[in-house]
C-alpha cells in the first residue's frame, strides 16, 4: 500500500462549481504538506502548503489538514476553466535529513464552461 | 532563463542504450532533486544533492541509474543499459534553502520524457 493515496479521477465539474480534493496518508511522520498543479507537458508547480491541522486559504483555494485522521484536502471555489489540470498532493517529513516529497497520483480535473 | 531548465526535452532510446538528462536549476540554488513520474502517476523520488553532495540516493531504483552534480550547478542523470520500464518522465527540482529548511519552494523543470523502444 503505498504511503499517500489519492483518487485518481478524473473529475469533471461545470465552470464556478466548488471542487474537492483529497489525499490520505499513512506515515504519522508526515508534517508538512502541500498541493501542486500539473499542467499538461509541464512540471508541476507549488499552490499551497502547510504545517498544522486546520484551514489555510489563498484566494479561491483553501487547504485543509485533519492529522489526527491522516487526511488534507484541497477546495477550489468559482473554478475556472483555467484551473484544469492534474492536482498533486504531496507531503514530508520534518526530521533531520528528510528532504524528499512523497506524491499522491494525482488528480486530473476538468472545468467545463 | 527564469527557471530550470532541463534537456533534451524528448529523449527515445532503443533498449539497451546509454542515455544522459541534462538539469540547468536556477542559479543560486542550493538543492536539486531529480523525480521519475510514470505515465497517470504521480513523481517519485530518486536522488537529492546539495551544491556538489549527493546526500540522498534511496530512490534510483537500480545501479543502472546514476546521477551526479560536480560544480554543485548543471546536474546529469544517467540511465545505463535501458529497458521498457525506464520510460517515464524524468523531473528536475531546485531550491534556494540548505538541507533543514522547512518551507522551502521547490521549483520543477518541465521534464524529459523519455521512451524505451
Known amino acids: 500500500q503505498k504511503e499517500v493515496e489519492q483518487d485518481p479521477g478524473p473529475l469533471s465539474v461545470p465552470e464556478g462549481a466548488i471542487v474537492s480534493l483529497n489525499c490520505t496518508y499513512s506515515?504519522?511522520?508526515?508534517?508538512?504538506f502541500m498541493w501542486y498543479r500539473q499542467y499538461s507537458r509541464k512540471g508541476p508547480e507549488l499552490l499551497m502548503y502547510t504545517y498544522s491541522s486546520g484551514n489555510k486559504e489563498d484566494g479561491r483555494f483553501t487547504a485543509q489538514v485533519d492529522k489526527s485522521s491522516k487526511y488534507i484536502s484541497l477546495f477550489i471555489r468559482d473554478s475556472q476553466p483555467s484551473d484544469s489540470a492534474t492536482y498533486l498532493c504531496a507531503m514530508r517529513a520534518l526530521i533531520q535529513g528528510a528532504q524528499k516529497l512523497v506524491f499522491g497520483q494525482g488528480t486530473r480535473l476538468t472545468i467545463n464552461p | 532563463g527564469a527557471g530550470v531548465s532541463q534537456s533534451p526535452r524528448y529523449k527515445v532510446a532503443k533498449r539497451g542504450q546509454d542515455v544522459a538528462l541534462r538539469c540547468d536549476p536556477i542559479?543560486?540554488?542550493?538543492?536539486l532533486f531529480w523525480y521519475q513520474q510514470a505515465l497517470g502517476q504521480g513523481p517519485e523520488f530518486l536522488t537529492y544533492?546539495?551544491?556538489?553532495?549527493?546526500?540522498?540516493k534511496s530512490g534510483l531504483p537500480s545501479d543502472r541509474f546514476f546521477a551526479e552534480r560536480p560544480e554543485g550547478s548543471v546536474s546529469t542523470l544517467k540511465i545505463q543499459r535501458t529497458q521498457q520500464e525506464d520510460s517515464a518522465v524524468y523531473l528536475c527540482?531546485?531550491?534556494?534553502?540548505?538541507?533543514?529548511?522547512?518551507?522551502?519552494?521547490?521549483?520543477f523543470g518541465s521534464g524529459t520524457q523519455l521512451s524505451v523502444l
Open positions: 506515515n504519522s511522520a508526515f508534517q508538512y
Open positions: 527540482a531546485s531550491s534556494l534553502r540548505r538541507r533543514g529548511g522547512t518551507n522551502e519552494k521547490l521549483f
Open positions: 544533492f546539495q551544491n556538489e553532495a549527493q546526500l540522498d
Open positions: 542559479s543560486g540554488h542550493v538543492s
